[in-house]
């Protein structure tokens, strides 16, 4: 986290109260940084395992530790709750968190098929709670906030185009969890890690809806494991004629110095924007690389500092407020739409 992002808290202690519940992804540290950098009081955590809650309480001390998922949404105070659980089993804790009065803060991918979706679209628009998604490749890396003040700004003109690459690092595969290679309980790479890339190119794009013109997944490497899926792609075209493709995998080789080299290539009428999120490849270890170019001429812009993380304290007043500043709600279902749509009709290769 910069400084940046902890300098702008948007209440006071106890002002916003919300819990961790189900910490099955890292990515729950994430959510639950970004939250308390804001302001938010982080009151409860629980999860099924004790050593994730011993592990979690280590680094938020803060939090005490709830008895089951029933106590947390039994607490009057708790105005959200954050969540990284097993990805099939994300949609149906945001039921749950959202029949309970309370808005619902999930990892990507926030579900994993269309009967999910169809489902939390109604339980949004019946209840009125917010099922806000962390796609924290957007929203919690300031190269990619930058990006987006720049197109706002109107650097690079009219997008065209959105490419966005992201490769990962798998690791041993023994220290991994038994769901993470099953395709019912994962999703799917482009359901999964491909979700990024699709509310990127939306966003960066400003379009609402798009058509999948065709994705392909495969599992090159790891016979092992005959449900996962170690690459995917997708090339889709949305509706203001602004086209997107986006790459992942699981072959970021050990050499390279952090997990994956993430990188986004944002075209325009005007000018083009290169992200190299997480890494400058032999040049640089830190990330948050921007590289612009239009007619003003080339520039290389380190980010780190610049811009912080804007999207935590608009979440929590648009929780407050019942206002959709961070991130609209169609537009979190439909990247995640997109995803899920991309998956269904990859055809296999490889």
């Given at each position: 986290?910069?400084?940046?992002?902890?300098?702008?808290?948007?209440?006071?202690?106890?002002?916003?109260?919300?819990?961790?519940?189900?910490?099955?992804?890292?990515?729950?540290?994430?959510?639950?940084?970004?939250?308390?950098?804001?302001?938010?009081?982080?009151?409860?955590?629980?999860?099924?395992?004790?050593?994730?809650?011993?592990?979690?309480?280590?680094?938020?001390?803060?939090?005490?530790?709830?008895?089951?998922?029933?106590?947390?949404?039994?607490?009057?105070?708790?105005?959200?709750?954050?969540?990284?659980?097993?990805?099939?089993?994300?949609?149906?804790?945001?039921?749950?968190?959202?029949?309970?009065?309370?808005?619902?803060f999930v990892d990507k991918?926030?579900?994993?098929?269309?009967?999910?979706?169809?489902?939390?679209?109604?339980?949004?628009?019946?209840?009125?709670?917010?099922?806000?998604?962390?796609?924290?490749?957007?929203?919690?890396?300031?190269?990619?906030?930058?990006?987006?003040?720049?197109?706002?700004?109107?650097?690079?003109g009219r997008v065209l185009?959105?490419?966005?690459?992201?490769?990962?690092?798998?690791?041993?595969?023994?220290?991994?969890?038994?769901?993470?290679?099953?395709?019912?309980?994962?999703?799917?790479?482009?359901?999964?890690?491909?979700?990024?890339?699709?509310?990127?190119?939306?966003?960066?794009?400003?379009?609402?809806?798009?058509?999948?013109?065709?994705?392909?997944?495969?599992?090159?490497?790891?016979?092992?494991?005959?449900?996962?899926?170690?690459?995917?792609?997708?090339?889709?075209?949305?509706?203001?004629?602004?086209?997107?493709?986006?790459?992942?995998?699981?072959?970021?080789?050990?050499?390279?110095?952090?997990?994956?080299?993430?990188?986004?290539?944002?075209?325009?009428?005007?000018?083009?924007?290169?992200?190299?999120?997480?890494?400058?490849?032999?040049?640089?270890?830190?990330?948050?690389?921007?590289?612009?170019?239009?007619?003003?001429?080339?520039?290389?812009?380190?980010?780190?500092?610049?811009?912080?993380?804007?999207?935590?304290?608009?979440?929590?007043?648009?929780?407050?407020?019942?206002?959709?500043?961070?991130?609209?709600?169609?537009?979190?279902?439909?990247?995640?739409?997109?995803?899920?749509?991309?998956?269904?009709?990859?055809?296999?290769?490889?």
């Amino acid at each position: 986290m910069t400084d940046v992002a902890r300098s702008v808290p948007v209440v006071q202690p106890g002002e916003f109260v919300f819990a961790a519940a189900h910490l099955d992804h890292p990515h729950i540290y994430g959510m639950a940084e970004g939250l308390v950098s804001a302001g938010a009081t982080l009151e409860w955590v629980y999860d099924r395992d004790p050593a994730k809650v011993a592990a979690f309480v280590e680094r938020f001390p803060q939090a005490r530790v709830a008895r089951s998922e029933e106590e947390i949404l039994a607490d009057p105070r708790v105005a959200l709750v954050a969540s990284a659980g097993v990805t099939s089993e994300r949609a149906a804790t945001g039921l749950r968190v959202m029949e309970a009065g309370k808005d619902y803060f999930v990892d990507k991918a926030p579900l994993t098929t269309l009967e999910q979706l169809a489902a939390v679209r109604e339980a949004t628009a019946r209840t009125g709670q917010k099922y806000a998604v962390y796609y924290s490749e957007r929203i919690h890396v300031e190269a990619a906030v930058l990006a987006g003040k720049l197109i706002d700004e109107g650097a690079i003109g009219r997008v065209l185009h959105f490419t966005g690459m992201g490769p990962h690092r798998i690791g041993d595969p023994a220290k991994r969890p038994s769901w993470f290679f099953e395709r019912e309980t994962f999703g799917g790479i482009i359901c999964d890690i491909g979700s990024h890339n699709f509310e990127q190119m939306l966003y960066y794009c400003g379009a609402t809806d798009a058509e999948i013109l065709s994705s392909a997944i495969a599992n090159h490497h790891h016979p092992e494991y005959p449900t996962f899926e170690d690459f995917g792609e997708a090339h889709i075209v949305m509706n203001n004629g602004a086209t997107g493709y986006t790459r992942v995998d699981w072959f970021t080789p050990d050499g390279l110095g952090t997990w994956g080299d993430g990188r986004a290539f944002i075209i325009g009428t005007e000018g083009y924007i290169e992200l190299r999120k997480f890494i400058n490849v032999a040049t640089e270890k830190r990330g948050e690389h921007v590289f612009l170019v239009n007619d003003e001429g080339e520039q290389h812009i380190q980010a780190s500092g610049k811009v912080g993380f804007p999207f935590f304290g608009e979440l929590i007043m648009d929780c407050l407020q019942r206002t959709e500043t961070a991130m609209t709600q169609a537009h979190a279902l439909k990247a995640a739409e997109l995803s899920v749509r991309a998956q269904v009709q990859a055809r296999r290769v490889g």
